[in-house]
């Protein structure tokens, strides 16, 4: 394969990528490839990658349970710590149980390839996650995209799934017959057995929170289950912090909560959190599960430890919400083109890829870390900066990411004219 005209062509439409070496901890100040910079990208929300009660945990962790896990959780890699983990993420969660992977990635895939599959149908949000995505494509279930966030375009797309004609009431999908099984509900008649709703709960690149009321009572309506991913919402959304089924107070009403614990909660691994029955079925059946070596010590120990903060710290939260809200107030005032949300993510678009990439550039002359996000993992003619906060940034740093933007801004209308 000629992989020397493929990059040449990746390059030819702007959209190469290359590695950026960080010489420190992921911490609200970090050394980029020799430099010293304002973090102003990572998801490190809560502040507590670097934060030295999870590494204390993670060090005890590596003490009594060493470096490596040795096998996988089915044949001997299963720990008390492992164990413990789950109990805490969901009693965190509020549900029955929960099951660790080694990454979110890997939750995602295994609860899509394991909890739908020939035969039913997998109803997409068209902002959701790459992981998503290939989960979704992996199942073998049918998959419909449906217009992000648009209530109305996922009840048409649930009618037409249910054998409705779509002017037909919600009355008569109501009356539909129900069953239960152990992984999720089924309904019968439509053309599906069953239908999963897939959304993120905060979207990772625009920083806007799905609907999810809304579509919990589409799912009962029409006899579907919902599934969310809370990567960048655990640890930052709900009141006690546990994520969007938690800021909308409907933890009962949605089948699979999926979270990572590389965000917020500061280390890496993943989760699927629900009822016992769909544990129990994905550890019987769910491959990227089975076929994988359990999730190392260390992290472990720092996640059990990150819980305790989340729980015992909500102000790193409250600020973090409140600094957002005031960067996202700074950065409009200043004329930018900040995409709506209520978190931590601020997308501020830019439009081609070249100009995102060097309004980046810019950014870097003066100290603040930003890279450019361009296709695929955002629609073309939407290349943008992806701010994120963390608990640890201050509002002195505030003021110099709006200053930051503001002289790349200058800078390239300068270079332009
Ligand atoms: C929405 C969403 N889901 C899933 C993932 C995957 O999580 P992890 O990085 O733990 O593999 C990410 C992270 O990149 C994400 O943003």
Do not use: W
Request: hydrophobic share 40%; net charge negative.
């Amino acid at each position: 394969m000629d992989f020397k005209s493929e990059l040449d062509a990746i390059r030819d439409a702007g959209l190469y990528r290359r590695l950026r070496r960080m010489e420190s901890a992921s911490s609200r100040v970090v050394v980029v490839e020799g430099r010293e910079m304002l973090m102003c990208a990572s998801n490190n929300y809560l502040g507590l990658a670097d934060e030295p009660l999870l590494q204390e945990t993670a060090i005890e962790a590596i003490r009594q349970f060493g470096t490596g896990s040795g096998g996988s959780r089915l044949t001997t890699g299963n720990t008390a710590l492992h164990e413990h983990l789950e109990r805490e993420l969901a009693e965190f969660k509020g549900t029955e149980a929960a099951l660790l992977f080694n990454t979110g990635y890997m939750a995602n895939l295994a609860a899509l390839t394991t909890l739908v599959g020939s035969g039913d149908l997998i109803l997409s949000d068209s902002l959701n996650h790459a992981s998503l995505i290939d989960g979704a494509r992996l199942s073998r279930a049918d998959v419909q995209i449906y217009e992000h966030c648009n209530l109305t375009d996922l009840e048409k797309k649930l009618a037409v799934a249910r054998g409705l004609k779509t002017s037909e009431s919600a009355e008569s999908a109501e009356s539909a017959e129900c069953i239960s099984d152990s992984r999720i509900r089924s309904r019968k008649g439509g053309l599906y057995d069953r239908i999963l709703i897939v959304t993120d709960g905060v979207f990772s690149m625009d920083g806007d929170i799905a609907p999810l009321p809304g579509i919990c009572d589409l799912a009962e309506r029409y006899g579907a289950d919902v599934m969310v991913d809370d990567a960048h919402a655990t640890g930052v959304l709900g009141s006690k912090g546990a994520g969007t089924a938690d800021h909308f107070n409907c933890q009962t009403r949605v089948a699979v909560q999926m979270g990572t614990l590389s965000k917020a909660l500061g280390a890496e691994g993943g989760y699927i959190a629900g009822s016992r029955d769909m544990v129990e079925y994905l550890i019987n059946r769910a491959r990227p599960f089975i076929y994988s070596t359990a999730m190392s010590p260390a992290g472990i120990g720092a996640v059990l430890a990150a819980l305790q903060i989340v729980k015992n710290e909500p102000v790193r939260r409250s600020h973090l919400l409140v600094r957002a809200k005031r960067l996202r107030h700074q950065l409009l005032a200043a004329d930018f083109e900040v995409l709506p949300s209520d978190t931590p993510i601020l997308g501020i678009v830019l439009g081609e890829a070249d100009h995102a990439v060097q309004f980046a550039r810019e950014l870097e002359a003066v100290g603040v870390f930003a890279p450019a996000i361009r296709p695929p993992t955002v629609p073309a003619g939407t290349s943008r900066i992806r701010l994120t906060l963390t608990a640890s940034h201050t509002d002195a740093d505030m003021d110099s990411i709006v200053k930051a933007f503001q002289q790349a801004r200058t800078n390239l209308a300068e270079g332009g004219a």
